[in-house]
């Protein structure tokens, strides 16, 4: 049974960087595509973006310019990084396992809530 | 991007009903749908793949039909446990989209 549990700041400020790491257990991570959603306090879900073991990636056009995910296979996990941050980036982040059927999103961590705020 | 239109945006039911959830694609997504549900506090949680294909270990009362750009999520005699959001998504085309949720509650 797969794990995954997000970690990094819980607190932002603004223009800065927002980093998140999430670690995965149960699983090596050399399988499979590792997402990362978020979601706005009382809000929906929004994908920011995934990547493959082999270091390949696709972003959500709304964020590509901000965001970079990235991968250590030899401590199997993944991180997140989103740039130059605003309130509206406040939200809970999950990482999330996706596939073996591309698009669809199978486990998920617990989430994090990050907050952007001077 | 593909939207997603989930209706209603809530609905409240007594423990027993029959709940339908309707999501509508923007634009042909083939059977590429997922059904998703957040309890309060929690991650999402895959029930259905494939527009109807049942996850392992969820429950049957749940289901889900449609195809094209029009969707169905039911679920059959509604329990406490079923208090909920419920979201659909689209995997036909990157980006991944979401609904914006139905949200369950018991009358």
């Known amino acids: 049974q797969v794990q995954l549990q997000e970690s990094g700041p819980g607190l932002v400020i603004p223009s800065e960087t927002l980093s998140l790491t999430c670690l995965v257990s149960?699983?090596?991570?050399?399988?499979?595509?590792w997402n990362w959603i978020r979601q706005p306090p009382g809000k929906g879900l929004e994908w920011i973006g995934y990547?493959?073991?082999?270091?390949?990636?696709k972003y959500n056009p709304s964020l590509e310019s901000r965001v970079t995910i990235s991968v250590d296979t030899s401590k199997n996990q993944f991180s997140l990084k989103l740039r130059s941050v605003t309130a509206a980036d406040t939200a809970v982040y999950f990482c999330a396992r996706e596939g073996p059927i591309f698009g669809v999103v199978t486990d998920w961590g617990q989430g994090t809530l990050v907050t952007v705020s001077s | 991007d593909i939207q997603m239109t989930q209706s209603p945006s809530s609905l409240s039911a007594s423990v027993g009903d029959r709940v339908t959830i309707t999501c509508q694609a923007s634009?042909?997504?083939?059977?590429?749908l997922n059904w998703y549900q957040q309890r309060p506090g929690m991650a999402p949680r895959l029930l259905i793949y494939?527009?109807?294909t049942l996850q392992r270990g969820v429950p049957s009362r749940f289901s889900g039909s449609g195809s094209g750009t029009a969707f169905t999520f039911t679920i059959n005699s509604l329990q406490a446990e079923d208090i909920a959001t419920y979201y659909c998504q689209q995997y036909d085309k990157l980006p991944l989209t979401f609904g914006g949720g139905t949200k369950v509650e018991i009358k």
């Open positions: 990547i493959h073991s082999d270091g390949s990636t």
């Open positions: 494939d527009a109807s």
């Open positions: 634009q042909d997504i083939n059977n590429y």
């Open positions: 149960g699983d090596s991570i050399t399988s499979y595509f």
